[in-house]
């Protein structure tokens, strides 16, 4: 079974091996490769100790060196005297102590036996490792739960929960992301340790359940609330009401492989946690967001589509615009997908009887073709045009220029500076 590694992993390869030390590529990046995935990171595992590994390569960072971990560094084009380096973490073979804390071994034992590093490992999927000398090492059956779609435990899955609760969410986050299974017996050990979950830090929590709703499986997020963990996520995570989620994804795409939702970036977390938050309002999603601290830019834009996903906006010019005001422009286009690709599912048909998400989008083309007035930037009249024309600095003058901006939301031809002033100067 022949992985082609990238120049540099076979230079770090060649490099430990030359000095009399076994390496190799280990985990997912070798789990990826085998699916025809391109891998986003390249880890490597040695018999080498981390003060050796240093001794061999010129540069490297001390990353995680009690654990035995360090990261080389090597310019991302052969040859290269500057350019930008790249960092490749190297780990000696380890067993891991005690986890007292439910996340971190107490110590660390460096071992020389592959097989036994590999053992430490949470699922079996990432407990391979290649080199082009000896090919693939697959101690736990790896590759047969790849053919079979199953995430699985290495050993005893008690065991390998009890160790790191984060594994619990890595379990289903995996699922989501492969479109696994989560076997029989770890799903039911699962089950019995999310309350471990309360020893997670809420930044880490965050970003498994970030790579869940970003993959193209969002629905899986279901299954947090079927096995319990929702509750461990933050405070008001297990209020929510997931099922719209699954309804777009597990329907509405199985009919159409291109329907809306799918046109927006799985990149943006702010969408994906906009559609799992749907129909909360704005400040309730802010709330629940800071607990998971996420970015302020995700919250804002997130809680704006959770609260307007499921509200009804008549088929208007003036409805939309008024709408639009409370976010820009690309917000609103993206709100509207969403509004596409959520018509049908019982909670949109309930909350937004009667709307015409195609009607809004010809609206939205329109106003933008037009370039109709929206926001109060948008007035042909400023602040210092009122001044000039004599109209005293306060309150007032707020009133004069929202007064204006209505009017030419509906009338967007009166945004002009000889009809305004007539009609609002006196």
């Not at 302020?296 to 615009?321: H, M, Q, S």
């Not at 400023?382 to 030419?408: F, Q, W």
């Amino acid at each position: 079974m022949k992985i082609q590694l990238p120049e540099n992993v076979k230079k770090i390869i060649g490099s430990l091996e030359a000095a009399g030390f076994e390496a190799y590529a280990v985990g997912g990046c070798v789990r990826d490769s085998l699916l025809g995935r391109v891998p986003e990171d390249w880890d490597v595992t040695t018999s080498a100790k981390p003060e050796e590994v240093k001794q061999i390569f010129r540069k490297t960072v001390d990353t995680g060196i009690a654990h035995g971990t360090v990261t080389v560094l090597l310019r991302e084009q052969e040859g290269e005297e500057e350019g930008k380096l790249k960092g490749y973490e190297v780990t000696t073979y380890r067993v891991d102590g005690e986890y007292k804390d439910g996340r971190h071994p107490e110590t660390v034992t460096f071992t020389p036996s592959i097989s036994e590093d590999l053992r430490r490992r949470d699922f079996t999927i990432n407990a391979m490792a290649y080199n082009d000398r000896d090919g693939l090492v697959d101690c736990f059956a790896g590759v047969e739960d790849l053919r079979a779609g199953i995430i699985r435990c290495v050993g005893d899955a008690d065991e390998r929960f009890s160790e790191d609760a984060l594994r619990l969410l890595r379990a289903v986050r995996f699922g989501a992301q492969l479109d696994f299974t989560i076997e029989e017996k770890t799903e039911a050990a699962v089950k019995n340790h999310v309350e471990a979950l309360e020893k997670v830090s809420r930044e880490r929590i965050q970003a498994e359940l970030s790579k869940l709703l970003c993959s193209a499986n969002p629905q899986r997020v279901c299954q947090l609330f079927r096995l319990g963990m929702a509750s461990y996520i933050c405070p008001g995570f297990d209020q929510l009401y997931p099922d719209s989620l699954r309804e777009v994804w597990e329907t509405k795409q199985e009919k159409d492989p291109h329907f809306p939702m799918g046109e927006l970036p799985l990149s943006k977390k702010y969408l994906r946690y906009g559609a799992l938050l749907c129909g909360m309002e704005e400040e309730q999603s802010e709330k629940l967001l800071r607990e998971l601290k996420l970015d302020n830019d995700t919250i804002k834009k997130a809680a704006i589509l959770a609260k307007y996903v499921f509200w009804y906006i008549p088929d208007d010019r003036y409805e939309l615009k008024k709408v639009m005001q409370k976010m820009t422009p690309e917000l609103m286009r993206e709100l509207i997908a969403m509004k596409r690709a959520f018509a049908g599912t019982a909670n949109y048909d309930i909350r937004c009887y009667g709307e015409d998400p195609e009607a809004l989008c010809r609206h939205y083309d329109e106003v933008q073709r037009r370039d109709e007035p929206v926001y109060l930037s948008d007035l042909i009249i400023k602040g210092s045009d009122l001044l000039a024309a004599g109209v005293n600095p306060g309150p007032h003058m707020g009133e004069i220029l929202s007064a204006m901006l209505e009017d030419v939301l509906r009338t967007p031809v009166h945004n002009s500076i000889l009809y305004l002033l007539s009609q609002y100067v006196k």
